[in-house]
């Protein structure tokens, strides 16, 4: 019986031991990077740290956050962010956002709130710190710009993981995204679609793709710029919205400038009226919709539906082209 109390004592005092220095060094990372972005010239300030949830949680709280970038002009500020991990899994991390809190850039002052709005996280424990994988999860979400226009999201989901038999140094990344029934206030769409062809209601937008960078994606770089996008394989994106419905799949690849190269097999439902569109927000100039019209309309009949549209959308030269014809820039997957 002595041997087993001693051996419970033993065990008490070593974890005990171990979960003091997980959170000594947990807080010293917090106190270290806030004070490293204040020596960059941020403002990066919280009112209160603490370090709690012994003896099988390291649970880092702040309070009155504000962080703020002033060579790009970001900010985020709100009253609470918490780091969540279990005392035994120190490399995987789930980090909670407050109910309300605000994103400020050079263009918008947003306010986001959120029954829930999470992420999880878990990074390599070889001391690079490369991410393995990563979700968000967002529900009944609503975003307001400081102009009142309202996004509104019951439903994100967004996770990365490194596909097995691929590069596992954190540069190929899988990538989903899911959002149903987004719901844009009147101000958004009137300001694209002055016609009314759109509902105020987005019903599904969906990306499934493989993405590979010029170099591993890593906590350390999470705080800085992302690397180069160098490639990018699309297995499906959907977009629903209305009447219009967009899917494409296809493999792409960074020019040495930076541009999308490669194709997209797109198919797209009431394609005209998604010209009509482009038209009307400068995407293609007015005068070369007739000859995009009619050489689209050609490619739809061919597969037997002139309300549905299949055709390759190519990148090359930094041009963009859908079939035959060329409809503008194509896009930058770095710079």
């Known amino acids: 019986m002595r041997i087993l109390i001693a051996v419970i004592v033993v065990a008490v005092i070593g974890w005990s031991g171990y979960w003091w220095v997980n959170a000594s060094l947990r ?9 490293a972005r204040a020596a960059e010239g941020w403002v990066a300030e919280y009112g209160d740290l603490r370090v709690t949830g012994f003896p099988n949680r390291v649970d ?7 962080l703020a970038d002033p060579d790009s002009g970001w900010a985020w500020s709100g009253p609470r962010f918490e780091m969540l991990t279990l005392s035994y899994q120190p490399f995987e991390i789930i980090a909670v956002w407050p109910g309300q809190h605000v994103l400020s850039s050079p263009y918008d002052r947003i306010a986001v709130e959120g029954e829930t709005l999470r992420a999880s996280l878990a990074v390599s424990a070889n001391g690079a710190f490369e991410l393995e994988r990563s979700r968000i999860e967002g529900r009944d979400v609503l975003v ?18 490194q ?51 010029g170099s591993p994606i890593s906590l350390r770089t999470l705080e800085q710029d992302l690397p180069p996008l160098t490639a990018l394989s699309i297995d499906d994106i959907t977009a629903i919205w209305g009447r219009l419905d967009l899917r494409a799949q296809g493999e792409l690849a960074a020019d040495a400038r930076g541009y999308a190269e490669g194709d997209l097999n797109v198919r797209a439902r009431n394609w005209e009226d998604m010209v009509a569109l482009a038209v009307e927000n400068g995407l293609i100039q007015e ?15 061919a597969g037997g539906d002139r309300n549905t549209l299949n055709a390759p959308l190519s ?17 930058r997957l770095s710079r």
């Open 27 to 35: 807080r010293g990372a917090v106190e270290d990077w806030f004070a």
């Open 163 to 213: 596909p097995e038999g691929l590069a596992d140094d954190g540069t190929v990344q899988r990538l989903g995204i899911n959002m149903t029934d987004l719901r844009l206030s009147d101000d958004l769409t009137d300001g694209f679609d002055r016609t009314g062809l759109l509902p105020d209601r987005v019903e599904e937008v969906r990306v499934d793709a493989t993405a590979t960078f």
């Open 144 to 161: 307001e710009g400081q102009s009142g226009w309202v996004v509104e999201v019951p439903v994100l989901d967004v996770a990365t993981e």
């Open 315 to 331: 990148f090359e030269d930094g041009r963009t082209r859908l079939g035959p014809v060329a409809i503008g820039e194509a896009p």
């Open 287 to 301: 005068g070369a919709a007739r000859t995009v019209t009619f050489g689209l309309g050609l490619l739809a009949s």
């Open 60 to 66: 880092t709280i702040l309070t009155d956050v504000e």
